[in-house]
């Protein structure tokens, strides 16, 4: 804990923040798998902005010596506007998304479902602590790019 407060492994802000960092993980293997620089940065981009969720969940204190990043409102709209423009270029969702496909697309599927496990532990940690709404915000709407960007992924390589 950023207090330097001696907490149990099972302590629910080490199991979100634990979740987030396996998030960081399974992104730069996505990362490693595509080939585009454009794709590369931005998923360097999410990997930052994670990190930042990650310190805020970490800090169990009001006056933290620590200095803890901000998790900006536009870190969120950058996330709908990217949903916003996969969403016009993908046919309507009509099923479920089955994974699979390409390594990719599975990759980022893995990352979904992580991203959900990481909002449900953040969830359980606000219910008992103060986690600013921007950190659910912006992992409720990364599970959702995910789902997304698979699915362009897998047209993108089709065509």
């Known amino acids: 804990m950023v207090s330097g407060k001696r907490v149990a492994k099972s302590n629910i802000r080490i199991e979100a923040y634990g979740t987030v960092d396996e998030l960081i993980c399974y992104i730069g293997l996505?990362?490693?798998?595509?080939?585009t620089?454009?794709?590369?940065?931005?998923?360097?981009?999410?990997?930052?902005?994670?990190?930042?969720?990650?310190?805020?969940?970490?800090?169990?204190?009001?006056?933290?010596?620590?200095?803890?990043?901000?998790?900006?409102?536009?870190?969120?709209?950058?996330?709908?506007?990217?949903?916003?423009?996969?969403?016009?270029?993908l046919p309507e969702l009509t099923s479920f998304v089955l994974p699979g496909g390409h390594a990719i697309s599975?990759?980022?599927?893995?990352?979904?479902?992580?991203?959900?496990?990481?909002?449900?532990?953040?969830?359980?940690v606000t219910a008992k602590h103060f986690v600013p709404d921007i950190v659910l915000q912006y992992i409720n709407r990364l599970s959702d790019f995910y789902l997304y960007y698979q699915e362009s992924y897998l047209l993108i390589i089709r065509d």
Do not use: F, G
Request: charged share 35%.
């Open 30 to 35: 996505l990362r490693d798998k595509v080939s």
């Open 106 to 124: 599975s990759y980022a599927q893995i990352s979904r479902t992580v991203c959900r496990r990481a909002e449900r532990r953040i969830v359980e």
């Open 37 to 89: 620089a454009a794709h590369q940065q931005w998923l360097i981009d999410i990997q930052d902005r994670l990190m930042i969720c990650a310190a805020i969940l970490a800090s169990d204190c009001d006056d933290c010596k620590v200095k803890i990043p901000e998790l900006r409102q536009s870190y969120v709209q950058e996330l709908e506007n990217a949903i916003d423009s996969m969403e016009k270029e």
